[in-house]
């Protein structure tokens, strides 16, 4: 098994920005020549998380909704009254999410559903630049 390591980065607007990553990881994957194995992605940080979704819209606008509803910014959070910077949202947001996705790679190609793709998910309340760690395991 051979293990190959590399990132990509994404600038964001913060405030539950949606990003389709699918093609820059694909990009990632392609010339490594792994037949079977995994791919693992990870971004660092604590305001950011990964997720896959129908990367259209109406179902990016609809889980924004979501989440505000699960985890309104506009509530007092512990985290804000410590540090004052107003993000204790963004923190309880990327924890529930998680930083983190597993992918099997099957025949040299990413298993995923027709419409689903990958996205990162930053919840901070401003715009970031984040690295996405990427990780491929297999022969």
Same mark, same amino acid.
């Given at each position: 098994m051979k293990v190959y390591t590399s990132t990509i980065q994404v600038r964001t607007r913060g405030e539950t920005d949606i990003i389709d990553i699918t093609q820059?990881? *694909?990009? *990632?994957?392609?010339?490594?020549?792994?037949?079977? @194995?995994? %791919?693992?992605?990870?971004?660092?940080?604590?305001? =950011? =998380?990964?997720?896959? &979704?129908? =990367?259209?819209? @109406?179902?990016?606008?609809? %889980?924004? *909704? =979501?989440?505000?509803?699960i985890v309104p910014r506009n509530i007092p959070y512990e985290h804000d009254k410590r540090w004052e910077d107003g993000n204790g949202y963004a923190h309880v947001? /990327? /924890?529930?999410? @998680?930083?983190?996705?597993?992918?099997?790679?099957?025949? *040299? !190609?990413? &298993?995923? @559903?027709?419409? !689903? !793709?990958?996205? %990162? %998910?930053?919840?901070?309340?401003?715009p970031r630049s984040r690295e996405i760690v990427i990780q491929i395991m297999g022969e």
């Open positions: 820059r990881v *694909k990009e *990632k994957v392609t010339p490594i020549h792994v037949t079977n @194995g995994s %791919l693992l992605l990870f971004i660092p940080g604590s305001t =950011a =998380a990964l997720t896959t &979704i129908e =990367a259209e819209s @109406g179902v990016m606008n609809d %889980l924004r *909704k =979501a989440i505000e509803r947001r /990327a /924890a529930l999410i @998680g930083p983190s996705l597993n992918i099997p790679i099957l025949d *040299k !190609q990413m &298993i995923l @559903g027709t419409w !689903q !793709q990958i996205v %990162l %998910l930053d919840f901070d309340n401003r």
